[in-house]
């Protein structure tokens, strides 16, 4: 993709960090954790230093990269916050990453005070990603939570593909003050006709939500060979919904490097939007100046 114009700024809105030792991932050291080997195959690679900072960022070399935006990234310790000060002291030396997206248990009694202890450890936290959209969001519990969220200026990272996202739409209609970012696209875990139907119809019905963003991101993880051809749909589909002004684009690096190279990914990304036709101010906004709005970087 040498042709491909890169002097538009890039923020890379979903990537993880992690060492190996320093905090317990149980999906990265455990070979028999359920949910990954499915979608990612033999990801050894990635247990590797692939995820320390100074590994990853030398990926976003060439990739015109301004700011970048950290999604929890599955810590199974006792106490998620102690990542988040970690991370706030990695931004402190490698300028990145801007924006924090932590892990909060919002079906907890506790899950606001939780929210307000990620506060207290960095001022980079700007949203909350759960492991998967609940199967009952109106518990007491969790719509608690859910207010606590808009009351403290923070977003609901929505982690859920279709089958939860209608529900996830009407959790964001009953709370118009908090602003909702889908991650990965509505993470599409299948490639076939009927399923991307399903996907494109529930994509469609959350974009109805106003105080929805999506984050195209991830797609590489059903889409192991991807391509251009098989990216472009899934891309389109989202711009269409939400519309340029609540689109941003993600890596999900570093378990994305598995199936290409960082610049690679972006590039595709810059490649789809630019032959879609859309102007070089629509481009912007998606690549760069939507999330500095929605993540106030």
């Not at 900072?53 to 060439?62: K, T």
């Not at 907890?108 to 009952?136: K, Y």
Request: hydrophobic share 40%; aromatic share 12%.
């Amino acid at each position: 993709m040498s042709d491909v114009d890169r002097s538009i700024p890039f923020i890379e809105t979903h990537h993880h960090l992690w060492e190996i030792g320093r905090f317990p991932y149980a999906w990265l050291t455990d070979p028999g954790y359920p949910g990954h080997n499915e979608l990612l195959g033999d990801y050894k690679m990635i247990r590797s230093t692939i995820g320390a900072p100074r590994r990853f960022f030398r990926e976003l070399y060439g990739a015109n990269v301004v700011r970048t935006v950290h999604v929890e990234a599955d810590y199974s310790g006792d106490d998620p916050v102690e990542e988040t000060a970690w991370l706030e002291s990695v931004a402190g030396e490698y300028g990145h990453p801007n924006a924090l997206v932590v892990y909060v248990d919002l079906e907890s009694q506790d899950a606001e005070r939780q929210m307000e202890r990620h506060l207290a450890a960095s001022s980079r936290v700007r949203g909350v990603r759960v492991r998967a959209h609940p199967d009952d969001p109106t518990s007491r519990a969790f719509v608690a939570a859910y207010r606590a969220l808009g009351r403290l200026g923070l977003s609901y990272e929505l982690n859920a593909s279709p089958g939860k996202l209608i529900s996830g739409m009407e959790v964001a209609r009953a709370h118009p003050d908090t602003q909702v970012i889908l991650g990965h696209a509505g993470f599409p875990v299948r490639r076939d006709a009927e399923y991307f139907a399903w996907w494109r119809h529930e994509i469609t019905k959350l974009a109805t939500a106003g105080n929805v963003a999506c984050k195209v991101s991830g797609l590489g993880m059903a889409d192991n060979r991807w391509t251009l051809e098989s990216l472009r749909p899934y891309v389109l589909h989202c711009i269409e919904a939400f519309g340029p002004d609540r689109i941003m684009f993600g890596t999900n690096w570093p378990v994305d490097i598995l199936f290409a190279t960082y610049i690679e990914t972006v590039d595709a990304y810059r490649r789809i939007v630019a032959d879609a036709g859309f102007d070089r101010e629509e481009q912007a906004r998606m690549l760069h100046g939507n999330a500095e709005r929605f993540y106030r970087i």
